[in-house]
């Protein structure tokens, strides 16, 4: 029996799991193609050139709102951010993309979007109630903003209208 046993382990092939290395080199040589080409291409990935991503990413850095790991610079995490958000993906797709886990995503995902957030006051403006001249004196799409500019004119301080 324990010769039928040892001889059946022996004749299995074994489970290897590939080294972190490769995994390390091709994720390297995508985040490389992401926002180390062109200005199209990372465009395209990133919807955003890589100048204003450099930059955004170095405000974080500075203002210590998203720290390097060990294992994720940075650029990777905003790269995952700008990759869900862009191109509406889910966690899912972005696995073979950035060879993390979807708890790994997740987890840098929140980090960012919290970081985006604390930003706020400075990026984010209001919407304005300010019309463009040029719609004002069309007399194509004039009736349709006058209308809405009224409707907002009687919405009152509480958020209610009259």
Do not use: W
């Not at 080409?37 to 919807?47: A, T, V, W």
């Not at 709102?65 to 610079?73: G, K, R, V, Y």
């Not at 984010?124 to 463009?132: A, D, F």
């Amino acid at each position: 029996m324990m010769v039928m046993l040892r001889r059946s382990r022996q004749q299995t092939p074994r489970i290897t799991v590939g080294s972190m290395a490769d995994r390390a080199i091709s994720r390297e040589s995508n985040l490389r193609y992401i926002y180390h080409s062109s200005d199209i291409n990372c465009s395209n990935q990133l919807r955003m050139r890589k100048a204003p991503f450099f930059r955004l990413c170095a405000i974080f850095r500075e203002r210590n709102l998203l720290l390097d790991s060990i294992h994720t610079s940075i650029e990777e995490q905003v790269a995952m951010f700008f990759c869900v958000v862009g191109h509406n993906q889910r966690y899912r797709t972005l696995q073979p993309i950035f060879r993390r886990s979807i708890e790994v995503i997740s987890r840098y995902f929140k980090a960012v979007l919290y970081a985006v957030g604390e930003l706020r006051d400075e990026m984010i403006r209001p919407p304005s109630n300010h019309c463009h001249r040029k719609i004002q004196e069309s007399t194509r799409f004039n009736p349709y903003f006058k209308v809405i500019f009224l409707f907002k004119q009687r919405q009152t301080i509480d958020g209610t209208y009259e």
